[in-house]
T-cell receptor, first 113, second 117 residues
Framework: AQKITQTQPGMFVQEKEAVTLDCTYD???????LFWYKQPSSGEMIFLIY??????QNATEGRYSLNFQKARKSANLVISASQLGDSAMYFC??????????FGAGTTVTVRA | GAVVSQHPSWVICKSGTSVKIECRSL??????MFWYRQFPKQSLMLMAT?????????EQGVEKDKFLINHASLTLSTLTVTSAHPEDSSFYIC?????????????FGPGTRLTVL
């Protein structure tokens, strides 16, 4: 069974500091993809970053980087230089072979000025 | 690119009525679209997978007669909540799978907030 675990229900971070959001997964697939999405209070799901299971380098997209540790089955998201607009819920997701996504429970990030 | 729209963004209806939600991929063709449901402060729950030209595949526990899905073209999928009741009140989000990009990313619509009185 495919499973995504996010153990941090909520986090506070000071503006301009970095924050790491944890995500572990469980799968028996050899090929899979890992995603992070941001969901602000408006409800829209915003794609942030993607890591393929065969990618050797950690993915980076601007202030977002994904710390992929395949042996540990973890795919933590690092947001550097936090901004007030980063306050939102963040979801880790894994793509199955049939393109379906399994989502973690989410982590609410609140950035303090 | 990879923009997905949903209409309406919110709807309030009376119990017993049916509500149709549209999901469109605006700048790409989507052979597969997905419908999710989300309760407040919870994660997204996949309801069904919608494939163009064929019947939708529903997840376990989702009533197919209750949530009718039609994927009429490569850019449009609709979800109809039939005979809606207050327990159907939720946030419904669609996503479209873009075949063209290497990551096979799903791009999400802005969601539809349904309130059934």
């Amino acid at each position: 069974a495919q499973k995504i675990t996010q153990t941090q229900p909520g986090m506070f971070v000071q503006e301009k500091e970095a924050v790491t959001l944890d995500c572990t997964y469980d799968t028996s697939d050899q090929s899979y993809g890992l995603f992070w999405y941001k969901q602000p209070s408006s409800g829209e799901m915003i794609f942030l970053i993607y890591q393929g299971s065969y990618d050797e380098q950690n993915a980076t997209e601007g202030r977002y980087s994904l710390n992929f540790q395949k042996a540990r089955k973890s795919a933590n998201l690092v947001i550097s230089a936090s901004q007030l607009g980063d306050s939102a819920m963040y979801f880790c997701a894994m793509r199955h072979n049939d393109y379906k996504l399994s989502f973690g429970a989410g982590t609410t990030v609140t950035v303090r000025a | 690119g990879a923009v997905v729209s949903q209409h309406p963004s919110w709807v309030i209806c009376k119990s017993g009525t049916s509500v149709k939600i549209e999901c469109r991929s605006l700048d790409f063709q989507a052979t597969t679209m997905f419908w999710y449901r989300q309760f407040p402060k919870q994660s997204l729950m996949l309801m069904a997978t919608s494939n163009e030209g064929s019947k939708a595949t529903y997840e376990q526990g989702v009533e197919k007669d209750k949530f009718l899905i039609n994927h009429a073209s490569l850019t449009l999928s609709t979800l109809t909540v039939t005979s809606a009741h207050p327990e159907d009140s939720s946030f419904y989000i669609c996503s479209a799978h873009a075949d063209r990009n290497p990551s096979d990313t799903q791009y999400f619509g802005p969601g539809t907030r349904l309130t059934v009185l």
